[in-house]
């Protein structure tokens, strides 16, 4: 066979094209449960962790779209390649790689930026990508945090995307977007040679991601740099920061995971920008404001931040440390306009910073108090019951 065999465009393609229009809440769904299993480690700030992906999670991708795993693995054994042994990039034979592929290319020539965004950074953590470059960086021992935090901290300029995208679900989705850039042809023409070139060139830059930062690591271990780091000037824990117990600290935090991956996967939820509506924000508007937020992607570090605030803040007076209640929502949208808390005027300004950005209307009706305060409870309303809906 020649190398210009469409085998994968013109039989697993038109499946998935066939297919998804139906199955987009069955897909968000799947997306949305890989990433709330993995928050932790895949919003961290440092590649500490493997995040597995087994053949469960490739089961369950192919029910949420409807197609049987037989159809692509026929797909790509009638590619120019699909007999040839030890065919590189191995992941160019892999069912669950190749039909993230095609899902990947059917948003992108929808323009749908959000869930082509989404499904590239699944396939980055897929089993084919970050978790095995992760294990081929470090195959014998995981690194420890410590020394991590130290390589982050003294041995990484802004040259390297971890630092300025501030976690790996970040960094995925700068990789991601630079790969598609780069080839939006490809991805038109999608002949399977140009398949096999996305993929070798996505696991490349994945792979030179994670090899700068563990040169970096063995350097500071072999050296023992990481023995005169002091951190003492770090911020405190949050935990610390608001007299909570251990057990509390860790409650917190995963509710904050959660909802991440909640926002993030499911964008400006309609329903919720509803309930969060009010006689100055009406509906329309609010879930305009929310996708102008969520679209650009520096607001991920803030969302997150705001959000650790909110949960903090409550768990801090709270007797029940649990924001799965209405107790939690009407603490977050109660009106403190005498406060000294720095953190409560810090979100205080992130939102008005956001709304100024994001809303016309906001920045002509900012001057009336009451207006400003409508606005500033809608926002508090909406995080709110997205924390509420994330951890229930």
Known sequence: M??????????????????????????????????SARNKSIFSTMPLDRIYYGDEDIKKMFNAVGIEINDAKNAILNTYYGTKSGFNPRAAKDPLTVLMMCIIRYFFLKKDEKNTELSMVYLCFSGKFYPSVHYMSFPKVLPQDYVMEYVLNNMLNNKYILKTQKHLFGAMVATSKMWLSSYERKFKEFEDDDIVYLISQLHSRIRSFMINIAKAYYKAYENKDYMTYNSDNENPEEGEKYHLATSDSFKAEKSIQKTMSYLVSTGANYTICKLASNETVKTEELKSIFESILNDRNNIVLLRRAISIMVYTYFAQAKEKDVVTMNFVAYSILPKPNTKNQDIIELRNMID????????LYRKRKHRLASKNNYNKAV?????????????
């Open 2 to 35: 020649s190398n210009n065999t469409d085998s994968i465009k013109s039989k697993l393609y038109p499946l998935v094209e066939k297919n998804m229009n139906s199955r987009i809440t069955d897909y968000k769904v799947c997306l949305q449960e890989f990433l």
């Open 353 to 360: 910073s956001w709304l100024n950005q994001s809303s016309v």
């Open 380 to 392: 508090l309303m909406y995080l709110a019951l997205c924390v509420y809906n994330a951890n229930k």
